[in-house]
């Protein structure tokens, strides 16, 4: 735990209900992106915060892509390799890709751009790596009430509605750092079947929040901030512009 901010995504009872893919839509959104993108059979794919790898484990097994998983948190890692031995994964911080210039073919984020602090110097290292035809593919949260984020920018909780933008802040912010929007789907009926899985597993999303964070985090304070805030979810793929 860094500085006393609790990490969601690294709570046993969120993988355990999710299966390991931690993102609305799951691997059937992924499976839409890829087929969105067109990419070459032997594509050169770096999945950003992959978690325990649970999406480089189906993209290897269902395609002929070279995907490496890469993420700062050791015990996602370390889980997903507990899960499968052989996965390629490798732990770091994505604002310093151990690659060189112009590798890669696209690069996968799936519900954690949001989370990632100093967006500009990690999309810039995103651009650095990829080919000149390379892909950004995002899916993450946004804000359809963009005016009340600090409620949820305020909870001691890592998890990607924190970092959440409007449609037009998320995109201005591409195309600062030199992306071309190719695509921008909305999603948000994703989120419904994403939250009833914990409906399921614990009898209502109150009972997952008991069991699985701190008694200190407000389950009250959360939904305030979701019905104020009224999150939606997308897909972007971009392209470098140039």
């Given amino acids: 735990m860094d500085s006393g901010v609790i990490k969601f995504y690294e709570q046993d009872a969120l993988r355990k209900v999710s299966g390991g893919s931690i993102h609305p839509g799951g691997l059937a959104l992924t499976q839409h992106a890829i087929e969105l993108c067109a990419l070459p059979k032997h594509a050169r794919i770096l999945d950003i915060a992959c978690g325990t790898g649970a999406s480089v484990q189906w993209l290897k097994e269902n395609h002929e892509f070279q995907v490496t998983g890469f993420d700062a948190s050791e015990l996602m890692l370390q889980t997903g390799q507990q899960r499968c031995s052989d996965l390629p994964l490798a732990c770091g911080e994505s604002h310093c890709l151990p690659i060189a210039r112009g590798q890669l073919d696209a690069i996968l984020v799936e519900c954690s751009l949001s989370l990632m602090p100093d967006l500009d ?69 994703s989120l419904k079947p994403f939250m009833a899985q914990f409906i399921s597993a614990n009898g209502s999303i109150q009972e997952f929040w008991c069991k699985s964070m701190p008694c200190e985090i407000n389950f009250f304070d959360l939904q305030v901030a979701l019905a104020r805030t009224k999150p939606g979810y997308f897909l972007l793929i971009a392209g470098k512009n140039e």
């Fill in 121 to 189: 110097c990690v999309l810039a290292e995103f651009s650095r790596v990829l080919t000149p035809s390379g892909r950004l593919i995002v899916s993450d949260v946004y804000l359809r009430n963009p005016k009340e984020a600090e409620l949820l920018q305020s909870l001691p909780l890592e998890i990607c509605l924190k970092g959440a933008k409007s449609q037009v802040a998320w995109l201005e912010l591409l195309h600062r750092r030199g992306f071309q929007i190719l695509v921008w789907e909305d999603h948000s009926q």
